[in-house]
């Protein structure tokens, strides 16, 4: 479904594809009051054990439950979380998680926004969309740095050439 800038719903058709997140710049918005919350720009990844969006960063008007609480449910299993809301109308849009077991620490310093609680505003395409329609898969950067490194390595070696023809000539 997609929020249009009049605040309508409609169904996407099934050939469209998902945004996501590599390919467009967003903000991210409640979904009750359309304050935004934060940006594509601090998002780090998809949880998808609880369905929620990792974001580093998020604006003032994300305040942060002083209750803590823990839930059962298989996605935050045994850890200790507190709620974020949306300082405008005080809806609960997700948490932040103060204590974990080991195979969740990555948690622990980022807040998770509840996809169903988010809806996103994409710049390119000038409309806002539910978040459960976006992808939040981040490509893994190692594969960007063995490429950058190659490519550098081979540009210091064109370079040093360059450079010994030069001497060679007696130009240096």
């Known amino acids: 479904?997609?929020?249009?800038?009049?605040?309508?719903?409609?169904?996407?058709?099934?050939k469209d594809q998902?945004?996501?997140l590599g390919s467009c710049l967003m903000t991210l918005h409640c979904h009750r009051c359309s304050t935004v919350l934060g940006d594509s720009l601090a998002v780090c990844g998809d949880f998808k054990g609880t369905d929620s969006i990792m974001i580093v960063?998020?604006?003032?008007?994300?305040?942060l439950s002083d209750k803590t609480g823990s839930t059962r449910d298989r996605g935050l299993k045994n850890c200790l979380h507190r709620p974020l809301e949306c300082s405008?109308?005080?809806?609960?849009?997700?948490?932040?998680v103060d204590s974990t077991p080991v195979h969740f620490e990555m948690l622990r310093s980022v807040f998770l926004l509840h996809k169903?609680?988010?809806?996103?505003?994409?710049?390119?395409?000038?409309?806002?969309v539910k978040a459960l329609d976006v992808v939040f898969?981040?490509?893994?950067?190692?594969?960007?740095?063995?490429?950058?490194?190659?490519?550098?390595?081979?540009?210091?070696?064109?370079?040093?050439?360059?450079h010994d023809s030069l001497c060679e000539l007696g130009s240096l």
Do not use: W
């Open 1 to 14: 479904m997609e929020l249009d800038a009049d605040m309508s719903l409609h169904v996407v058709d099934s």
């Open 18 to 20: 998902k945004p996501t």
């Open 57 to 63: 960063r998020v604006t003032d008007s994300v305040s």
């Open 116 to 128: 169903e609680n988010i809806n996103c505003y994409i710049f390119e395409q000038s409309k806002m």
């Open 88 to 96: 405008r109308c005080q809806c609960i849009i997700g948490a932040v």
């Open 137 to 162: 898969d981040l490509k893994p950067i190692n594969g960007s740095i063995t490429e950058a490194i190659k490519a550098f390595r081979a540009q210091s070696d064109h370079m040093s050439v360059l």
